[in-house]
């Protein structure tokens, strides 16, 4: 009597088991997940995310085949400045499916664009800081007239409590206090007013990141603690430039979007003022190169970002510049995949970069690997957001 019960209760179990069938699948493709190889797999989707991850097969009444293809996460450009809805389109078929505002002079539109374009396909999707941290007259405050600055008629936590209402998604600082160009000075925070907004930040679970590009200023900021810094250093005056630097982005866990690329931009057309003043005192490719190869020998996280550089880097194929120069400084393929991808991930605590059990099925689908040669990433085939591509 009891082996009959075994009999029928497996039997019953087989008869109920069916294969899982899934929307899509594509299958016999390689995979980069914003963090390691995963070799060759059979990727799963239903609807707008990633249902399954296998090395085995998948079932589907659509099946894609990968063969000799590879997919990596859509990619992110970590320090944009968007002013028009055009320049969430430059980077979207490169790949470029994220942008992370870092200023904005009109946050009620930015909350709109990071609403409405977060499904539109053809579109890159937006997050933002809002306004920056500044004091009035500071930088950007002279391009953005009409934002909020901190002032004696304006606390932090009131400036704060403001950027939290606009649904900000992490905050931006700004320490701003060198020539440029000719131009003496502007105003800006002080090292008390950055140490407050960081803290005060952190306590509210935002993170925080600065807009500082002097080695004496990144850092006695280091000490404070922010999140990250969206800017390498800049200027030839800091030149060598000490142990001591890098060691306090180590020891204190602060991640760079060194924003580099621009040195390998062609000033072409440029005023020669401009021309003679950026060779006498910005950093060259030579010397952005040799700081970040120790940036990245000493490991700190390196995330890609452009910057707008006033119109003169898009945010679309400069972005590869930027990838150029982690190429020049020594970072391995696959290093250089994480800074536009999963390293985005860590340093933000944001859904960008990675592609997860139960992640959006945003990526791009590229006809070989950058893993063999990373300029492969401009050979896209598809670029995939919430399980749809055209």
Same mark, same amino acid.
């Given at each position: ?203 509210? =679970? ?7 590009? &002097? %080695? ?5 900021? /280091?000490?404070?603690? !922010?999140? @990250? ?100 400084? =020594? ?7 994480? &800074? %536009? ?5 860590? /340093?933000?605590?944001? !859904?960008? @970069? ?37």
């Amino acid at each position: 009597m009891k082996r009959i019960l075994i009999l029928g209760l497996l039997a019953l179990s087989v008869g109920c088991y069916k294969t899982v069938k899934y929307d899509t699948v594509i299958k016999n493709v390689g995979l980069f997940n914003g963090y390691e190889d995963q070799g060759t797999v059979y990727i799963a989707i239903n609807s707008d995310t990633i249902a399954y991850i296998s090395t085995e097969e998948l079932q589907s009444d659509q099946i894609i085949d990968g063969t000799g293809k590879y997919i990596i996460p859509g990619m992110v450009n970590a320090h944009v400045h968007v002013s028009e809805t055009e320049q969430l389109r430059q980077g979207y078929p490169l790949g470029i499916m994220y942008l992370l505002n870092m200023h904005t002079g009109l946050e009620v539109r930015e909350a709109e664009w990071k609403k409405g374009y977060q499904d539109s396909t053809g579109y890159s999707i937006l997050y933002g800081a809002g306004h920056a941290a500044t004091v009035p007259g500071g930088h950007p405050n002279q391009y953005s007239p009409d934002m909020e600055t901190i002032s004696d008629s304006l606390s932090i936590e009131d400036w704060l409590n403001h950027r939290i209402e606009k649904n900000v998604d992490y905050i931006k600082i700004i320490r701003e206090h060198h020539e440029w160009m000719g131009y003496p000075p502007l105003p800006t925070l002080s090292y008390e007013q950055i140490k407050e907004l960081i803290d005060r930040s952190h306590e509210k =679970g935002y993170k925080v990141v600065v807009h500082a590009n &002097t %080695a004496e200023e990144m850092m006695k900021i /280091a000490e404070f603690k !922010p999140d @990250g810094f969206v800017h390498m250093l800049d200027y030839k005056e800091d030149l060598p430039v000490s142990d001591k630097f890098y060691n306090s982005l180590v020891e204190n866990d602060i991640f760079v979007i060194p924003t580099g690329g621009m040195s390998l931009k062609s000033m072409d057309g440029a005023p020669p003022f401009m021309i003679d003043w950026v060779a006498n005192n910005l950093l060259d490719v030579e010397e952005r190169t040799a700081i970040l190869k120790k940036m990245y020998e000493k490991g700190v996280l390196i995330v890609a970002g452009t910057d707008a550089q006033e119109g003169q880097m898009d945010f679309g194929a400069d972005y590869f510049l930027e990838l150029e120069l982690y190429q020049r400084a =020594g970072l391995t393929n696959l290093d250089i995949l994480k &800074t %536009a991808t999963g390293n985005a991930a860590k /340093a933000f605590d944001l !859904p960008i @970069g990675e592609l997860t059990v139960g992640s959006k099925a945003n990526f791009v689908l590229l006809k070989d690997s950058p893993l063999n040669d990373i300029s492969n990433l401009k050979k896209v085939e598809q670029v995939w957001k919430n399980g749809k591509w055209k």
